[in-house]
């Protein structure tokens, strides 16, 4: 059973990690706090290696990892200007056991779930298609909550890509995402998009949930414990009512107590 949840934040996205923990407070009865950024809190001198390991190299090659010495050099810049870096994607799951290893003994067991809200695109490994996902979340311990894998790992409606390959055509750059919003149907989440700290509460409570039950997403679409493939399912999971299927929403519905 988890005491106690942990969540870190990640200060150069527009997630609002102390809002998203103020919420799963109020659904869940264990203890939440609010850390600033994983990566700083423990990082050491092995840390951008090992961050470098976890690189995904080619969308359709399995192995990870490129430690020469100018990748490492990167990733230290990283750590220190989280905002210049960008476009690359981490094995989630590599990410996660080496990010694991740092939380320190007395608060590595289960009771106390550590997440993580990166501002990393991370991805699995999909054996049977033979390609990488990026993810939105990977579940475990620590979870990890990618803030740029919600505008990129789910799929955006057709149109949108149509319309940015058309823009393109004509004038070689990417359409302001004013123009993308207005003319394409359906719903979707855009970079720094403001509805992020809203949509991410859902996969923060995932992770919650995985732990505490052993279960993994729910199958009905309109549950915040769902995990949709497309924008627009994530925009009806997430933002739209109602919050919770029957079943979660007995376990999850807002407590209403005074405190
Ligand atoms: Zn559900």
Redesign the pocket.
């Known amino acids: 059973m988890v005491e106690k949840v942990t969540l870190y934040r990640a200060p150069t996205t527009n997630a609002d990690t102390d809002a998203i923990a103020e919420w799963l407070d109020d659904r869940v009865d264990v203890s939440v706090t609010v850390r600033d950024r994983f990566l700083l809190r423990y990082r050491d001198d092995n840390l951008p290696t090992e961050i470098a390991e976890t690189r995904v190299l080619s969308p359709n090659d399995p192995e990870t990892g490129n430690t020469m010495m100018g990748i490492v050099r990167y990733e230290e810049r990283a750590l220190e200007h989280p905002e210049r870096a960008g476009g690359v994607v981490y094995d989630g799951l590599g990410l996660q056991q080496r990010l694991g290893s740092r939380i320190p003994d007395d608060e590595r067991g289960l009771d106390h779930l550590h997440i993580a809200v990166l501002d990393r695109v991370v991805g699995t490994w999909g054996s049977h298609d033979g390609r990488w996902h990026k993810r939105v979340n990977v579940l475990g311990q620590p979870a990890l909550i990618s803030v740029p894998g919600l505008y990129e790992a789910p799929a955006k409606p057709e149109a949108y890509y149509k319309a940015k390959q058309k823009h393109a055509l004509m004038s070689n750059d990417t359409p302001p995402r004013e123009v993308l919003e207005s003319t394409i149907d359906g719903d979707f989440l855009v970079e720094d998009d403001p509805r992020t700290t809203e949509t991410l509460k859902g996969y923060v409570l995932q992770a919650f949930h995985y732990i505490e039950t052993g279960e993994g997403f ?3 679409p309109s ?4 995990n949709p493939h497309r924008q627009p399912g994530v925009v009806k999971a997430q933002l739209r009512e109602p919050e ?2 029957a ?2 929403a007995k376990r999850y519905k807002k407590t209403l107590t005074t405190r």
């Open positions: 729910c199958d009905e549950c915040r414990l769902s919770f299927c079943k979660h």
